[in-house]
Every structure is written in C-alpha cells, then in structure tokens.
C-alpha cells in the first residue's frame, strides 16, 4: 500500500509577486508557479487518493481562514484556496483562475505557518486524537517582502518537530552561497524576513533555498519508488526434505530487484454530450475524466469499452455471416490445415499438476553460464524476516556458491497450477547485505542456435582456413581501432566535485528519455492545455544522445588512423531518378550475353513464374512501351488470380504481384501506370465483375496498404497523401 500523504502549498500571491526582476520576462508569481504546478501535478499524475493537496493563499485580497474569519485582528489576508484532499484535473483549473497577483502587500506568512499546520492537523488526526499515519510536508513559496512576525517562532518550530512535517521554504531571489546566487541592493525588510525564514528552516531540520535551483532541478527526473512485494513466499529446498532428514530447508521470500520503466499508455475517450448541464458525474474517476476545452466548457470524458462478437459462415444469414455466443464456442488447436477439439475434462489431463515450490536441482560452474542466457528481469531471494535460522543457513548457502565460484539451478512454482520455470541463482555479498538473484533460464525448447561465418578467418570452398585476407582486418587496422576505442573511453571521462576523473555516464544519472519526456509533456499540458506547441526537452534528457565534442576531438587523430589503416572511402551518393536510366551491370568483357546465345530479350511474361520474369524485364529495358506492355501483362495475370481464386486461395499470389508492380513503378517514377490499375481494380472488385463478390480481396489490399503512389513515394505523382488515404478507406467506386 503507498504511503499517505499530505501536503500544503503556501503561496505567495501578494501585489510585489506581479512584478519582474533579475531580467526575467516572467513576474515572480509566475515563475514560483512552475515548480508549485510541477509538483502538483506529479502527485495528480499518481492518481492515488491518499495524496493530499491543499493550497493556502498569502497576501490575498480578502480572508478565508477559520481563525481569521473568527478574530478580525489576526491571520488577515490568508485564504485557503483549496483543503487538503486528493487533487484532480478540474481542481487545476480552478487553482489557475484563483491564483493571481492581488492588490495588497499585507499578510503574514509565519501566520500562514500556523494555518497550515492546522489544516493538517484537521485532516491527520483520528476522532480520538491520535495522529495518522501521513506524511505531511508544507512547502512555503514567497519574494520575503511583507511585514512578518516572529512572536510565535517557537511554538510552531516545537509543533512542526513534534509532527515530524517536513518544511521547505523556497524563496524568489534568496541569497543562496551553495547554489552561487546573491541579490544585489537587496531591500533591507526582505534581508530580514529572509535571515528569519532561513533559521527557522534551519530549527526545524527543514530546507531552505533560492527558487531557481528548485526550478533548474526539475529537469532532474523524480523517480517513482515502488514498495517491494514478494511473488514467491515459502521454502528454498535441497535435496527431499519428506524423505531425507538431511535434506535443507529455508524460509525465503522473493522480490523483484530491476524491471523496464514504462511510460503512461494513452487511452481512447469519447466527449459525452448526453450530459445535461450541471449533472453531477456519479461515474468512477477510472472511466471519467473532467476535461475543459478552448471555450471553457466543461465536457465528462467516457472511455472507450470494446466489445467482442463471434461470426460463422452461414450461406442463409444476411452477410454470409451469423452471430454465434461465445459459450457455444468449442476450444481447438490447429493441426496442420484442421482443427482437433480438445474436450474440457480432456484439457484438464494435459496440465500439469504443480505446488508452489522452490528446489535446487544442480549447480553450474559460474565460467560455464553464459549471460545471454537470462531470459527475464532480476529478482532477489532473501531469508524470511524476522527468522535467524533462516538468515543463517541462506548465509551460508550464498557463502559456499561465492567460495566454490558457483551457480545454483533451481526450479520455481510461484502459484499451484502454475507452470515451472528454471532459475539461475547467483550469490551477492556486500558488508551490510547478502542475497541470492536469479534471473529465468530457457528450457532446451526456448534456444534458437545461428551458425555465422566467423569473423577471425575465411574458409574456402576447399576447406582451408585463411587467417590473411582481404575481407580481414589487418594488425595495423586492428591495434587502429583498440587505440580509438580507449580514446572513446567514458569510464574516466568525467569529473568528480574534486576534480579527478570518474565515470561521464553513471548508470543511476542515466535517465530514460522517453519515460520522463512523456511524463513531462503529460504535466505541461494539464498546467497548459490551450497552449500552442511542447516545451523543449530538458538538456539532462539530451546530453547523453551523443558523444561529448571534447571526447570527439580529442579522439579525432585515432579515427584518421582507423580510416587510414582500413583504406576508408567515401561511397557516393545512391543516384535517384529513373531506374531504366540508369547503368546495369555488364560482364566484364562488355559482350552482351543473350545476343551470343541468339536468345531473343525476354517481353512475353508467363504466369507460373510471373514476379522474377517481370523484374527481370524491368531490368534490361529503358524503352517506357516495354515498362507498359509488361506491366499489362501483369494486370492480366493479377485479374486471372483474383477471378479463378477459388476463396480466397488465390489472393495471396495475387497480392505479392500488386506489391511488386507498385514498388517497380515507384522506382521507375512511372506512378500513374499503377495508379490507373489499382483504381480500375477497385472498381471492378467492388462492383462484382470479377466472378462474383471479391470483396475480401479489397479488404486483404487495404491491409497491406497497396494503394495509390502519392507525392510522398514518388514526387511525380499527382496524389496527394490525404487523397491516397481516402483512396483506401473508401468502399464507394466513384
């Protein structure tokens, strides 16, 4: 279960937060409110209803506080913009048009303090005044500018200790000598409510810092921590401990330890308009969304719920086709060209019968396992909490694997019924831990084996080995290359706070582009959903897409020496244009090989071997009327398939030529004598001329999209992209 949270944004909305400084195009209440809208709308993105979001508005034109509307002297100008409670997209919208600059410089913010103390106070504690079990966080937002009392310093920094509330003050403009930032002629009232938030952050073991390092560290991902959960709970066995009192037994627990992050999936909604206006939406926020257009309106999202049907061929039912429900259906497995029924009680025969176990069934010298093995993400195996017995007897077993250099194999069945697997479990020490990891094992079935020539050596025809060669490196080419791999060293490349070299690309600094450019993109849009265009990437998202230019030029001289010692050359570009004006190969006495046979050049195409005759063709002319009557004759053949198909056994010979003569007219930039045949096609498929309904055959084109040849594929063609897609959506032949 994650851990409750609750946190309160104090934010500074006074009249000097609408003005702009240090030559930033943005006033202050603007800029604050990147890292406030950051962070609120990471938690949203969590979608978790036990973390709590409020926000408290300082220096607001009016009062809305339960102390302040109580006691017209004290806790002036403080407004809860919202209570602490699970915060949601409409919830953003609505802070957006409260937050603004206001017209007043008054208020308090060690008042807003105790305001916010207390609204965590009201919704972390039980009816019987015991606290709850919250995280609970106030992240205080401000310029320093404003009257400020102090009189009640003491008592908050007790409360907030006694709570364990986190404190963070971030402050526009503060001085801050480990982050290099200092104001110049900085106003003296704010030099003193500055000292004075600074050591109470300091006596309540909270953080205090200028706003602009909070803001350059929010191109650093945050990243999601997950709570562990076991997927096997049980014994770790060797040998049979039912029969053999020798045999061993350990209580473990199994936790993954590395696994792919993915970013968020999209989903498919539907704006529902059959909404009255002011309906309340009862509907579950998992199949609801609030969403607010250009216009303002407030429109209820429906996700998309698929359906599945199941259709039979029945000559008599409207379509040739008839519904059938899914319990009428029977379970079969196709073999060969058929399909064998395969009764339930039957099936129940064929499973095998498993209980959830952990056995160690040998061991493998760790030199004899290969790493492409590993078939799956890492786990650990720890012994069970809490049981000494256990953490000592895994002790030694990961003890004796780690002096022996040694794997063990196991077998693993997480869940009764479930299907085994093989494990290779390897030891891991460190001073203040020690557990086995596994990683899945394929089964003999899984392992697909390659043969490749091999790339030390050239052997002949005649069976000898060649270890000198033209296609082999030379000794020069390949101490050439080691040199230049050690000059692209990043192990050493960068620098440490010290100065001395250390590693450019450390693995837990290495953050998936693709994860967190979505995940920002997702939290810039909720803040900002008129907005035309994206942010740019962050540069940390950027920096490792290419080498470092120092580390380029540095390597430069090694390079040339590769370039050098492999007889480098720059191949020229491939010539574009048409395929018939271009040079074919000839043999290399020049003749011409089909007039010394007396063979005549091939024009007539046959349809047993229609493909390779119609390249073959295509490839030995330049004259357009051959590239016609070819083509042509392969028009015929693709109608012959199409009309003497009997189903559809003819469809996919058919389908192959129309890929073929699409790709040859593309390369030959003659699209329009495609294009002419696949609309006739259409017409005459879909107008039944072809022997009858020959739907399917359109259906089977569309799907391997074999339509018209647009500007995009050929710059000659007069059809456009939006014109080809239609093309093949439509059913209609005009």
């Known amino acids: 279960m994650a851990e409750k949270e609750a946190t309160v944004y104090i934010v500074d909305v006074g009249k000097s937060m609408g003005e702009k400084n240090a030559g ?51 806790y002036q100008n403080i407004s809860i913009l919202q209570p602490l409670k699970q915060t949601l997209m409409g919830d953003i919208r609505k802070l957006q048009d409260q937050i603004k600059p ?51 310093l003491d008592q908050i920094t007790s409360k907030i200790k006694q709570d364990s509330t986190e404190l963070v003050i971030l402050g526009v403009d503060f001085d801050d000598a480990g982050y290099g930032f200092k104001e110049e002629d900085k106003h003296a009232e704010k030099m003193e409510n500055e000292e004075l938030l600074r050591n109470l952050a300091e006596d309540c073991n909270g953080m ?67 909404l009255a206006p002011g309906e309340a939406n009862t509907q579950s926020t998992a199949t609801l969304a609030e969403d607010t257009d250009q216009s303002g309106i407030q429109h209820s999202l429906a996700a998309v719920k698929n359906t599945r049907t199941y259709q039979v061929t029945d000559e008599n039912a409207p379509g040739g086709k008839k519904d059938v429900d899914a319990d009428d259906l029977a379970r079969g497995f196709e073999y060969g060209r058929t399909a064998v029924h395969i009764s339930e009680s039957e099936s129940n025969v064929t499973k095998l019968e498993t209980r959830p176990s952990l056995d160690i069934v040998g061991f493998v010298p760790r030199d004899k396992c290969g790493r492409y093995l590993a078939m799956s993400k890492s786990n650990i195996i720890i012994a069970q909490k809490t049981n000494d017995k256990a953490s000592l007897a895994l002790s030694s077993l990961i003890h004796a694997l780690y002096e022996v250099d040694s794997y063990a194999i196991a077998r693993l ?72 791999v050690d000059a692209m060293d990043l192990s050493t490349f960068g620098k440490d706070d010290e100065g001395n070299p250390a590693e450019y690309m450390p693995i837990d600094e290495t953050y998936s582009p693709l994860l967190h450019r979505v995940n920002q993109i997702l939290r810039w849009r909720a803040v900002n959903p008129t907005a035309d265009g994206l942010p740019p990437p962050p540069a940390l998202f950027l920096k490792y897409s290419k080498p470092p230019e120092e580390l380029v030029h540095q390597a430069q001289p090694c390079l040339d020496a590769v370039k050098s010692a492999g007889d480098v050359k ?19 006495s020049g003749l011409d090989v089909e007039e010394l046979l007396g063979h005549e050049k091939r024009t007539k195409i046959s349809p047993e071997n229609a493909i390779p005759e119609f390249k073959q063709v295509l490839a ?19 109608y012959s398939n199409i009309k003497n198909s009997l189903g559809d056994s003819g469809y996919g010979r058919a389908i192959e030529a129309i890929r073929i003569m699409r790709e040859e007219m593309t390369e030959l930039e003659e699209p329009e004598i495609f294009n002419n045949f696949v609309r006739e096609l259409k017409k005459d498929i879909l107008g039944g001329k072809l022997n009858g309904e020959r739907r399917d055959m359109w259906w089977k084109i569309r799907a391997n999209r074999l339509g018209l040849i647009d500007k995009s594929l050929s710059p000659l063609s007069e059809v456009g992209e939006e014109e080809a897609k239609e093309f093949l959506k439509s059913t209609s032949t005009g």
């Open 620 to 638: 030995t002319t330049e004259d357009l009327q051959t590239i016609k009557f070819a083509m042509k004759q392969m028009v015929e053949i693709v």
């Open 24 to 74: 930033r195009e943005k006033t202050d209440l603007e800029w604050a409110m990147e890292y406030v809208w950051d962070r609120i709308t990471a938690t949203v993105a969590t979608g978790r209803k036990t973390a709590l979001v409020g926000v408290l508005g300082l220096r607001t034109d009016g009062t809305d506080n339960e102390i302040g509307n109580e006691d017209p002297e004290e």
């Open 208 to 274: 205090f810092g200028t706003l602009a390092e909070a803001i350059d560290q929010m191109e650093i991902p945050r990243l999601k921590t997950t709570r562990p959960v076991h997927s096997y709970k049980g014994y770790l066995t060797l040998g049979d401990p039912e029969q053999y009192d020798s045999a061993l037994r350990i209580d473990v627990e199994r936790y993954p330890r590395t696994a792919i992050a993915k970013p968020p999936t999209a989903s498919q909604f539907v704006v529902r308009a059959d």
């Open 102 to 152: 206001s017209s007043t410089n008054d208020g308090d913010a060690i008042s807003a303090l105790v305001i916010a103390i207390q609204m965590i106070d009201a919704q972390c504690t039980s009816k019987a005044g015991k606290p709850l079990a919250y995280k609970r966080r106030i992240i205080l937002v401000t310029n320093g500018r404003g009257r400020m009392d102090p009189d009640q």
């Open 570 to 588: 720059k191949v020229p570009p491939k010539q574009k244009g048409h395929k018939r004006a271009r040079e074919y190969e000839k043999p290399l």
């Open 413 to 484: 069945v997480t869940k009764e019924g479930k299907e085994p697997v093989l494990l290779l479990l390897a030891p891991f020490i460190e001073p203040d831990y020690e557990y086995l990891i596994d990683v899945e094992l394929p089964f003999a079935e899984d392992i697909r084996g390659y043969k490749f020539a091999p790339l030390d050596k050239v052997v002949t025809v005649s069976g000898k080995n060649l270890i000198q060669h033209r296609n082999l490196p030379s000794d020069d080419l390949m101490q050439a290359m080691s040199d230049y």
